[in-house]
């Protein structure tokens, strides 16, 4: 039976996953998240216009060589054209000759710099440099400059968590910075705050999506707010130094990898979730999507409306799931219009998801006879739509919803 609820809700925290709480949140989450800076950087580029791109900057670079900015614009203009990546470490420079040429160079022009310190942060030609170490990220972080791109911190920002996580200032101060920045739009901050605000004491919270790890994290660093929760950003637990940290500030055994052959990552993040679930005995939450990247027996996931709980034994996890909306979620904010125009570049958040997530709760909680709750969660999805002149999603509720028996035709 439980099994059947997860899945009849699965869609539920695909949605839920923008509730909020319904005491107050600190002024100052919204009064930070008013204008996000639009990024400087469109990654939407072809291949031919990256290409165009680098050759512009080259010119500039070769005019200037002691401008910053056009380097840093050179490097990420051809590192997109020959790779269309931007986080990986140690790059095989024979298979990306135009980006290692890049950073030569660069070094020769601007050595011991914040961009080229940046940039080898991506990029390290270990077969001329020697080993990555942790100095370079430190360097780009010490030399940040005012005028940095918000987007460039932000790459340091998962740098240093993943690569450093034992650098609790430097983290605190990047956060800062982005936060500061304004950088992620309000509604992901406040969704962030109710990821929060819904879990256990001591909660362990494994997640992949930045619009659930990197607001969670700001608030954590910056607000200090529910420090007592662990996040692990799952795309981290393959790198042996971060689950060699997380170990040793759990004060549990290092993680040993029992199957090692062949092994991939969504069994590497399951054992290494098991791993921490059975050494640790805390509450372990992930989002509704992590359940195809970790593996975990689904008999053992209990939704508790924005995210999934493990747990060995049974449990009431609908009075949770009624306490989170009643208590820690405020649903509020969807039922006024966008305080912001969003990033369009980094806005991961999609309303319509949410709002399709919350009809199926109103499914779950009129299958469960909870007639007056289904009731509330309906008014709230009605007054998003059409304080939003969401009249898109409209249409495609009135097509969905009826097919499944779920609500009526909307008026």
């Known amino acids: ?127 001329e440099w020697g ?18 791109y918000d987007e460039d911190i932000l790459r340091l920002a998962k740098m240093l968590w993943k690569k450093d996580c034992d650098n609790e200032k430097g983290l605190k101060d990047l956060y800062r910075r982005i936060y500061d920045r304004r950088f992620y739009p309000y509604k992901e901050m406040r969704y962030g705050w109710n990821l929060l605000q819904s879990m256990s004491h001591n909660a362990i919270f494994i997640a992949h999506d930045d619009m659930e790890l990197e607001p969670v994290k700001i608030i954590q660093e910056v607000l200090g707010e529910r420090q007592d929760v662990t996040v692990i950003p799952c795309q981290y637990i393959t790198n042996r130094e971060f689950t060699d940290e997380i170990c040793r500030k759990f004060h549990i ?55 999934m709980k493990y747990s060995n034994k049974r449990y009431d996890n609908i009075s949770v799931l009624l306490h989170n909306l009643k208590e820690a979620y405020d649903l509020k904010y969807m039922t006024e219009p966008s305080l912001v125009q969003d990033n369009t570049y980094f806005d991961n958040m999609d309303e319509d998801k949410i709002l399709l997530t919350l009809a199926y709760v109103v499914k779950l909680f009129r299958k469960r006879g909870l007639e007056t709750e ?30 499944y028996g779920l609500l009526q035709p909307l008026p």
């Open 131 to 148: 080993i990555w170490d942790k100095k370079i990220l430190r360097d780009a972080v010490k030399l940040i400059p005012a005028d940095a």
């Open 1 to 127: 039976m439980k099994r059947l609820f997860i899945i009849a809700v699965l869609f539920l925290s695909c949605v839920i996953s923008n509730a909020q709480d319904e005491r107050p949140i600190p002024r100052t989450v919204d009064e930070n998240t008013l204008t996000p800076t639009v990024g400087s950087t469109n990654l939407l580029y072809s291949y031919v216009a990256l290409v165009n791109l680098a050759a512009e900057w080259k010119k500039i670079v070769k005019a200037t060589p002691w401008n910053q900015q056009a380097w840093r614009n050179l490097f990420f203009a051809t590192f997109l054209a020959e790779k269309n990546s931007l986080t990986k470490l140690n790059t095989d420079d024979k298979k990306n000759p135009q980006t290692a040429l890049v950073l030569r160079k660069m070094k020769e022009a601007v050595p011991n710099s914040y961009v080229f310190n940046l940039c080898a942060c991506h990029f390290w030609i270990e077969s």
């Open 253 to 307: 055994k290092r993680f040993a990898l029992k199957k090692k052959a062949d092994v991939s990552k969504e069994e590497y993040v399951e054992q290494f979730t098991m791993h921490l679930i059975k050494e640790t005995n805390r509450p372990l939450y992930q989002p509704f999507d992590m359940i195809n990247y970790s593996n975990l027996c689904m008999d053992s996931l209990y939704n508790e409306g924005l995210l």
């Open 374 to 403: 289904a009731q509330s969660l309906y008014r709230v999805i009605l007054e998003s739509i059409h304080r939003n002149e969401n009249y898109g999603f409209m249409q495609k509720l009135n097509d969905l919803l009826p097919r």
